[in-house]
Nanobody
Framework: QLQLVESGGGLRQPGESLTLSCTAS????????IGWFRQAPGTERVEVAC????????NYADSVKGRFTISRDTAKNTVHLQMHSLKPEDAAVYYC?????????????????WGQGTQVAVSS
């Protein structure tokens, strides 16, 4: 069964850091561009970061640029999202998704599928 598994969420105070991890079962993340998305209550799911297959291109939403870093660990079939200088507005459920292509954008490798996500809370 093909699955995406997000982990690493938790509660942090504003200004603190957190690293999320995305792994997969049944397929290899290394072959696909991977995006991190987040969804806060009452809002749509939006992409915050994406990395292409070879890790040479990473895109970020303006809201997280300069604070978040997406990276690959190909040996562990994992994509990380390092989050620094967290703000209350970063609180959301975070999901990862694989694109069908080696570059970000376009169709998803697993259409109509989202993992369980990992909850990030930011509060003092």
């Amino acid at each position: 069964q093909l699955q995406l598994v997000e982990s690493g969420g938790g509660l942090r105070q504003p200004g603190e850091s957190l690293t999320l991890s995305c792994t997969a079962s049944g397929f290899t993340l290394n072959y696909y561009a991977i995006g991190w998305f987040r969804q806060a209550p009452g809002t749509e799911r939006v992409e915050v970061a994406c990395i292409n297959v070879n890790g040479g291109v990473a895109n970020y939403a303006d809201s997280v640029k300069g604070r978040f870093t997406i990276s690959r660990d190909t040996a562990k079939n994992t994509v990380h999202l390092q989050m620094h200088s967290l703000k209350p507005e970063d609180a959301a459920v975070y999901y990862c998704q694989a694109y069908l292509d080696v570059n970000c954008g376009g169709e998803y490798f697993l259409p109509n599928y989202w993992g369980q996500g990992t909850q990030v809370a930011v509060s003092s």
